[in-house]
């Protein structure tokens, strides 16, 4: 068995990509408001929020073509591979987002620009969450995938607290038009500094022993024929996923958006309850998915689902009845912890239910649908809903909507001991 320290390495040469995918999105998110005077200034400050967020959401629409192309790499070339792949094409997203002049020197060309960086960070992250998930799925040891695998969604919870944080100081050091002219792109910058590191990381990554064990790789075709066979569990994965990004997204991407445009909480109070909700969740998921592995992925499912519906839309009216930096906390530490548990289940859950020669297409293609439809478009959806029902509380109906379609997609996939049987085969060792 591979010892603690070489396991640990072995974790964080394959999550520092999922940090950085995270922490460009996050950034995105934050500085929704900046980007939209910088490259969509109109006359409304609604619209040009937006089409912002909308340019935010469109990055999502990629995500099902990455998950199939990059996906059916990844299952015939190998994990190593194809995660460096999606390394070097969200680094051009980035690049591009990062240092495109605004809409008053390049005109249309500049939002055009901006929407092609996010286009390519959606195409690399169709499949990242994917490749890292079955990553850590291929090298857990005995009886602790649910740990494992918990940690993919736990690096991004670190991009989250580091965003955070570079925020907060940033809103400190700099005025508010300074932000709003050029400050901004400083977290860009960073990441772009970032990106040499990780590559030097990603590098040193070994392959998985389950992929070098097989005797036959999948080509395109093959799989492509067989993700269509399996197409209703692509689907019910899909469900599955829904609650997990439009909760994430909700609290952290929106969360300064939120807070600064409905709740008029300043930009440093948002982010300060932004980095308490990342700590949170890097708390809550591999608490949970350890918890997972011993009680069943089903209960905590079921639990954290039927919680979200009985109390996501009364927390938000509370809130709104009552906006102060102290409640907002206090709402989104719960949906936090509703976050944790259900995603520390769900996303090894995900690994576990795909065929094994389409692991890594079928979850990342049903990971990025769920995104594509729902998840991604979380701010945007926010923002109009709010906007058309004259309803601050509103974004409590989106996240309550996304834990039914979480509950029926857990009771129809969980049925009997079909997905038992699957994981107790799956857990089989190679030379068993």
């Known amino acids: 068995?591979?010892?603690?320290?070489?396991?640990?390495?072995?974790?964080?040469?394959?999550?520092?990509?999922?940090?950085?995918?995270?922490?460009?999105?996050?950034?995105?998110?934050?500085?929704?408001?900046?980007?939209?005077?910088?490259?969509f200034p109109t006359d409304s400050a609604f619209a040009s929020l937006m089409l912002a967020l909308a340019t935010f959401g469109a990055g999502f629409l990629m995500r099902p073509l990455g998950a199939i192309f990059l996906g059916a790499y990844i299952d015939r070339h190998g994990r190593r591979k194809g995660l460096i792949i999606t390394l070097a094409l969200m680094a051009m997203g980035t690049v591009l987002i990062a240092c495109v002049p605004g809409y008053s020197t390049l005109g249309v060309a500049a939002p055009l620009l901006v929407l092609l960086g996010r286009l390519l960070q959606?195409?690399?992250?169709?499949?990242?969450?994917?490749?890292?998930?079955?990553?850590?799925?291929?090298?857990?040891?005995?009886?602790?995938?649910?740990?494992?695998?918990?940690?993919?969604?736990?690096?991004?919870?670190?991009?989250?607290?580091?965003?955070?944080?570079?925020?907060?100081?940033?809103?400190?050091?700099?005025?508010?038009?300074?932000?709003?002219?050029?400050?901004?792109?400083?977290?860009?910058?960073?990441?772009?500094?970032?990106?040499?590191?990780?590559?030097?990381?990603?590098?040193?990554?070994?392959?998985?022993?389950?992929?070098?064990?097989?005797?036959?790789?999948?080509?395109?075709?093959?799989?492509?024929?067989?993700?269509?066979?399996?197409?209703?569990?692509?689907?019910?994965?899909?469900?599955?996923?829904?609650?997990?990004?439009?909760?994430?997204?909700?609290?952290?991407?929106?969360?300064?958006?939120?807070?600064?445009?409905?709740?008029?909480?300043?930009?440093?109070?948002?982010?300060?309850?932004?980095?308490?909700?990342?700590?949170?969740?890097?708390?809550?998921?591999?608490?949970?998915?350890?918890?997972?592995?011993?009680?069943?992925?089903?209960?905590?499912?079921?639990?954290?689902?039927?919680?979200?519906?009985?109390?996501?839309?009364?927390?938000?009216?509370w809130l709104v009845a009552n906006p102060s930096f102290s409640h907002l906390l206090i709402v989104e530490l719960w949906l936090s912890f509703l976050y944790g548990s259900y995603n520390g289940a769900m996303v090894v859950a995900l690994t576990e239910i795909m065929p094994i020669e389409v692991r890594t297409t079928g979850f990342s293609l049903a990971y990025s649908l769920a995104t594509a439809t729902f998840g991604g478009f979380t701010p945007a959806a926010c923002t109009y809903l709010i906007h058309v029902l004259d309803n601050k509380a509103a974004p409590g109906l989106w996240l309550t909507g996304a834990a039914v379609l979480g509950l029926i997609a857990t009771v129809v996939l969980f049925r009997g001991n079909q997905h038992q049987l699957r994981t107790a085969q799956s857990a089989v060792p190679a030379n068993a």
Not at 4 to 31: C, H
Not at 165 to 186: D, F, K, Q, T, Y
Not at 204 to 217: G, I, L, V, Y
Not at 229 to 251: C, D, K, P, R, W
Request: with cysteine; charged share 10%; aromatic share 12%.
């Open 1 to 39: 068995m591979a010892s603690s320290t070489g396991t640990g390495k072995a974790i964080f040469r394959v999550v520092s990509g999922n940090f950085l995918e995270m922490f460009d999105f996050m950034v995105f998110g934050f500085y929704a408001t900046a980007i939209a005077k910088t490259f």
């Open 122 to 317: 959606g195409f690399s992250a169709g499949v990242e969450l994917g490749g890292v998930s079955v990553y850590l799925a291929e090298i857990a040891t005995p009886g602790r995938k649910g740990f494992f695998v918990s940690w993919q969604s736990a690096s991004q919870q670190a991009a989250v607290v580091f965003a955070g944080l570079l925020g907060v100081g940033l809103n400190h050091w700099l005025s508010p038009a300074e932000m709003g002219e050029w400050g901004w792109r400083i977290p860009f910058l960073i990441g772009c500094m970032i990106v040499p590191v990780i590559f030097v990381v990603r590098k040193s990554m070994q392959e998985t022993p389950e992929f070098e064990a097989r005797k036959h790789h999948p080509t395109l075709r093959e799989i492509v024929r067989s993700v269509g066979q399996n197409f209703g569990l692509v689907l019910g994965g899909m469900a599955l996923v829904i609650m997990t990004t439009v909760s994430f997204y909700l609290i952290t991407a929106y969360t300064p958006t939120f807070g600064k445009a409905e709740l008029n909480l300043t930009d440093l109070q948002a982010l300060l309850v932004t980095v308490c909700i990342g700590l949170s969740n890097f708390f809550w998921l591999p608490v949970m998915g350890s918890l997972s592995d011993k009680i069943g992925r089903k209960p905590l499912l079921l639990g954290s689902t039927i919680l979200a519906i009985l109390t996501a839309y009364p927390a938000l009216s």
